[in-house]
């Protein structure tokens, strides 16, 4: 049971490129998340996608697009890459159930550096 | 979602209990207690959440104060592959912000020899 994957582990990009990062959980879960992590700071959502079908803003979308291509893959675009956007970014998945208080399961992470 | 304090970091002998301390003293009735934890370069793992009584998994017990203003996560017998940062988070079941986990800065945890 992989749990949650993403794609690629690691990428170096130049300013100005584009790249999709992927996701897909084999869990059967509904939410699907997308943070990054930053130095010294806590994980901050970026985008996430309630349901398949749906996406909403987190805290930090500026400069991200994402699109809930099904129930189990949830991928993050950046468009034209700045160096502001190196950073660690999370996938993570839940069930929603009748309590709505199911944890989150998270990926190994994708390492993104901008030059 | 209620703010929550822990002490930057603990130490622990391996084999020992650890037992890390979170303060949530503005929680509400309706929001759950959730640990984290995040081994170096790996993403957040859960560990354990609950809402006011004590519970128990095979990695962890969580120590809810009857107030609910302070839990303790206790890994009853630390090793040296718990070495991490511990986050607890304190929010609001379902809602409009949809599960979005705010995590703090967290305690670092050393498990020595």
């Known amino acids: 049971n992989a749990g949650v994957t993403q794609t690629p582990k690691f990428q170096v990009l130049k300013t100005g490129q584009s790249m999709t990062l992927q996701c897909a959980q084999d869990?059967?879960?509904?939410?699907m998340y997308w943070y990054r992590q930053d130095p010294g700071m806590g994980l901050r959502l970026i985008y996430y996608s309630a349901s398949e079908g749906t996406t909403d803003k987190g805290e930090v979308p500026n400069g991200y697009n994402v699109s809930r291509l099904n129930k189990r893959e949830f991928s993050l675009r950046l468009e034209s890459a700045a160096p502001s956007q190196t950073s660690v970014y999370f996938c993570a998945s839940k069930v929603v159930g009748p309590t709505g208080n199911q944890p989150q399961h998270f990926g190994d992470g994708t390492r993104l550096s901008i030059l | 979602d209620a703010k929550t304090t822990q002490p930057t970091s603990m130490d622990c002998a391996e084999g020992r209990a650890a037992n890390l301390p979170c303060n949530h003293s503005t929680i509400s009735g309706n929001e759950y207690v959730y640990w984290y934890r995040q081994i170096h370069s790996q993403g957040p793992q859960y560990i354990i959440h609950g809402l006011k009584n004590n519970e128990t998994n095979e990695m962890a017990s969580l120590i809810i104060t009857e107030d609910r203003k302070s839990s303790t996560l206790i890994l009853p017998h630390a090793t040296l592959r718990d070495t991490a940062v511990y986050y607890c988070i304190v929010r609001v079941a379902g809602g409009t912000s949809y599960g979005k986990l705010t995590f703090g800065q967290g305690t670092i945890l050393t498990v020595h020899p």
């Open positions: 869990m059967n879960h509904n939410s």
